[in-house]
């Protein structure tokens, strides 16, 4: 079982191991964690978009697609930057918390796994409900987090803090997609 | 790195190698009819920055595959992406990218092709109006009874186009609901364009639902105008035409077919699946 998935089944433990490991980060170490989830978002929605995976689609769309680690690292930043207690550098904190990639990223497959595998196009209603999972898990790994890396006192609220940025920014991006805030706002009657 | 995951990468990477290596269906050649050209156009695509999946330089590789001439990027009121794809493709080989929107207000989505500036979505009618103000067509989008209400006749009216074919349409009881609103909207315009499109987002692909149009040159504003003149056909999945008597005539007697929905080859769908994978054997081991 690799870190991640240690760090995915115990989260508690691993993230304490971890912070003892090593304090400063490693940018190389990093870059890598994010390819992988730039890999997984790209052969993902090339799949889901195409029925096909290259290696020119995949770099394409995970390019194209890599705001949402944008969004993912200004909500990291919001509570890893300003937490005192944490006893390891921002680079390794940053590093650790994308050890915790594992729920979204085998949500983000499923899909393209069901497709290709089975020939079973898994519906909207089916993907929203399965996303109930990743999400759960990830609130139980980044309070863990909270705990053991950042040190934090009151690690709900850096997990609500967290999740407000993140959801905040995502929902930001919506709005933009389906026709802007003025037009959000019309339909709610304001 | 462990061997396993070595392992792993090694059959992400063959994997994508594969994808790479499948050879593209050939390219069609429009077709021609006397002076006009007889071409495949999608009127209503959605692309990504957007609620669209694919960015504009893959969307129109997709629509290429798909065998259409042309397609209208129609994002909800915005025409950034659109413009930016335009400016991108200039005239280099490929299906045109014609700038739209999709103005979408409270109880209307209209399809707007042919712009160059964002459309106020407050009301149909004004829209409309702007629209034409641009010299661009208005399409009355996927007109079900939840998109209907923003509508009265004197609005139906100074319609340009009524999307006749969408892969909704399959779903009841919108099928019937599109035929009811289209037939009202001839009645009250005769010869209004009779539009199919995909309303790609990210299921299915470019072109499932598809418009054929009699224009005078391959070009934007050639395509805009046939629309305007009514010379169209909707194609739908099934392979059904409605709409211009001359138009459904040339592309029966062209033999042209429904667009097939996507099917990977038995190649692309394995290579994807060995991509897949070799990934989550990579996110596990």
């Known amino acids: ?190 | 790195m462990s061997g396993a995951r070595w392992a792993s990468l090694a059959l992400c990477a063959a994997g994508l190698l594969a994808g790479a290596l499948e050879p593209r269906p050939p390219a069609r050649e429009p077709l021609r009819s006397g002076a006009h050209w007889l071409l495949a156009v999608d009127f209503h695509v959605h692309g990504f920055p957007g609620d669209g999946a694919l960015p504009p330089w893959v969307l129109r590789d997709e629509a290429a595959r798909a065998g259409l001439d042309a397609f209208v990027l129609t994002n909800h009121n915005r025409v950034s992406t659109a413009r930016a794809a335009r400016r991108m493709f200039g005239d280099t080989p490929g299906p045109l990218v014609i700038v739209g929107q999709e103005v979408t207000g409270r109880g209307f989505h209209i399809v707007a092709a042919g712009l160059e500036e964002r459309v106020d979505w407050t009301s149909a009618a004004a829209a409309i109006r702007a629209i034409h103000a641009q010299k661009g067509v208005a399409i009355a989008a996927h007109p079900s009874a939840a998109y209907r209400t923003g509508w009265d006749e004197a609005t139906i009216a100074l319609l340009d186009g009524v999307e006749r074919a969408h892969p909704s349409m399959e779903t009841p009881p919108a099928g019937s609901q599109f035929a009811e609103f289209d037939a009202h909207a001839a009645a009250l315009k005769p010869g209004i364009a009779f539009i199919g499109s995909s309303d790609y987002h990210v299921a299915q692909t470019p072109g499932f639902c598809r418009t054929w149009v009699l224009a005078r040159e391959r070009s934007a504003d050639a395509i805009v105008a046939a629309v305007r003149e009514g010379r169209t056909a909707a194609m739908d999945m099934a392979g059904q035409l409605y709409g211009n008597a001359d138009v459904v005539r040339l592309v029966r007697a062209a033999h042209l077919t429904a667009p097939r929905p996507r099917t990977p080859t038995v190649w692309s769908r394995t290579a994807a699946a060995v991509v897949a994978i070799g990934l989550l054997l990579l996110i596990l081991l």
């Open chain 1, 1 to 190: 079982m690799n870190i991640d998935v240690q760090l995915a089944v115990s989260p508690a433990s691993t993230f304490d191991r971890l912070v003892r490991a090593r304090h400063t980060g490693s940018a190389v170490a990093l870059a890598g964690r994010l390819l992988l989830t730039v890999a997984v978002v790209g052969v993902s929605v090339t799949i889901d978009a195409t029925g096909r995976a290259s290696i020119g689609l995949a770099s394409s769309l995970g390019v194209a697609w890599s705001f949402v680690f944008v969004i993912q690292a200004v909500a990291s930043a919001t509570v890893i930057l300003p937490a005192r207690g944490r006893e390891v550098t921002a680079l390794r904190a940053f590093e650790l918390w994308c050890h915790a990639h594992v729920p979204w990223s085998l949500w983000l497959l499923l899909p393209a796994l069901t497709a290709t595998v089975l020939g079973h196009k898994l519906g909207d209603p089916q993907l929203a409900g399965l996303a109930l999972v990743p999400l759960g898990w990830t609130l139980v790994l980044l309070s863990a987090f909270a705990r053991q890396v950042l040190r934090a006192r009151r690690p709900l609220l850096v997990v609500a803090v967290h999740q407000a940025v993140l959801w905040g920014l995502a929902v930001c991006y919506v709005t933009y997609a389906v026709g802007g805030w003025d037009r959000m706002l019309a339909e709610i009657g304001l």
